[in-house]
């Protein structure tokens, strides 16, 4: 469950720099307007080879609402979870046989 729950983390974590990276390029498109497509080209491995660089450096304040409540359905969602979570829940069924009728 917790290497499931950091694969989560992670996942989201690639997601907000994604969103960086896209607001990044944006403001960059408006600021300048006239430039080659090598230029542009440039710019984007740039900010790309900065995007490795600052992997996993996402810290958990950084993650907005979205991204917690995202996170969370990522966690919960997953049929690992919900079959932990069911074998909890009632201890004296049989997890297997239930959760395949309901998932």
Do not use: W
Not at 12 to 34: D, G, P
Not at 63 to 76: A, C, G, I, Q, S
């Amino acid at each position: 469950m917790e290497s499931l729950f950091v694969a989560c983390i992670e996942e989201t974590r690639k997601a907000i720099m994604k969103r960086r990276l896209k607001v990044e390029l944006q403001n960059r498109n408006q600021l300048v307007e006239v430039r080659t497509t090598e230029e542009t080209r440039n710019f984007e491995e740039s900010l790309l080879r900065l995007a490795q660089l600052a992997k996993g450096r996402v810290r958990m304040v950084d993650f907005t609402n979205k991204d917690k409540y995202h996170l969370l359905d990522l966690f919960v969602n997953n049929e690992q979870t919900l079959l932990k979570m069911y074998e909890a829940l009632f201890p004296n069924k049989q997890a297997n046989n239930i959760a395949m009728n309901v998932i």
